[in-house]
């Protein structure tokens, strides 16, 4: 989904790009396969452990990819970009529409912003899989209770608009399928609950007794399959512009 949306906005061979809160590196590396060895990736994040960890990435030997660590909105570069690109990583940060002000900076007359960020309100499940409803619900919940936006895809309409960019275009697409089917977005889900059980406890949401996690997506997956349900994921939404 991300790849089409790159692809979408009109990111192509040669582009230098800068990436938005880059964690583990997979939007810069995706970014550095469109943009071919004539072009360049920059990722940016303000957390050291990700910069680290994705500067140790065997995909590193890409010598047009580089990381590094700070707040772009602050980070000086030498020169201006054709694309800025970021995903999930708005829905971590106050005020949006001022970052994208912020980054905007940092591109050339003409070039590319975009983001793929993510909305949770038309996750579902039919006929109902409690748990994985449930799974949805805590993850909501606990976005809430930590001040994550858990609607930001819907929210980069007028992001956009509020930074003085121009509207976006923008696409959506979402994982969906049955128990048995591995782009149901079973696993996903299943992950993120266990990736987030010490933040869930701490909320006071729900404790690793109530989750079970050694047991938690194979149970999902069998209630998807005897109920002989369809799982439909969060809403993965991209919205890109050209700068004037
Ligand atoms: C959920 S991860 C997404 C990583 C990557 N973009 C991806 O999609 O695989 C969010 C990342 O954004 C970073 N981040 C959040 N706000 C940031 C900011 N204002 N400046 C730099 N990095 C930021 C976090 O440190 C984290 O590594």
Known sequence: MTRRYFRDSGIVNGMRVLDIGSGAGDVAFLAAELVGPQGEVVGTD??????????????RSLDNVTFRQGDPAEL???????????????????????????????LRPGAIIVFHEV?????????????????????????????????MG???HS????????????????LIGGGNDVLSGIDLIGDLVITMIPVMEQMGVVTAKDVQPETLIERMRREAID??????????????????
Not at 46 to 59: F, G, L, N, Y
Not at 79 to 86: E, R
Not at 120 to 143: E, L
């Open 154 to 156: 819907f929210g980069l």
């Open 76 to 106: 000086v570069f030498e020169q201006s970009f054709d694309a800025i690109v970021g995903r999930y990583v708005l829905m971590f940060n106050p005020d949006p529409a001022a970052m994208l002000k912020r980054i905007a900076r940092h």
């Open 227 to 244: 109920n002989a349900s369809v799982v439909v994921g969060r809403s993965e939404i991209g919205a890109w512009a050209r700068v004037p």
């Open 46 to 59: 303000k957390s050291p452990a990700a910069v680290d960890a994705a500067t140790a990435r065997p995909e």
């Open 159 to 174: 992001a956009f608009l509020n930074a003085g960019l121009p509207a976006p275009t923008m696409g959506l697409h979402a």
């Open 119 to 151: 909305d949770w309100s038309g996750v579902k499940s039919s006929p109902p899989c409690p748990i994985y409803d449930r799974c949805n619900d805590w993850i909501v919940q606990t976005f809430r209770k930590v001040g994550t936006n858990d609607s």
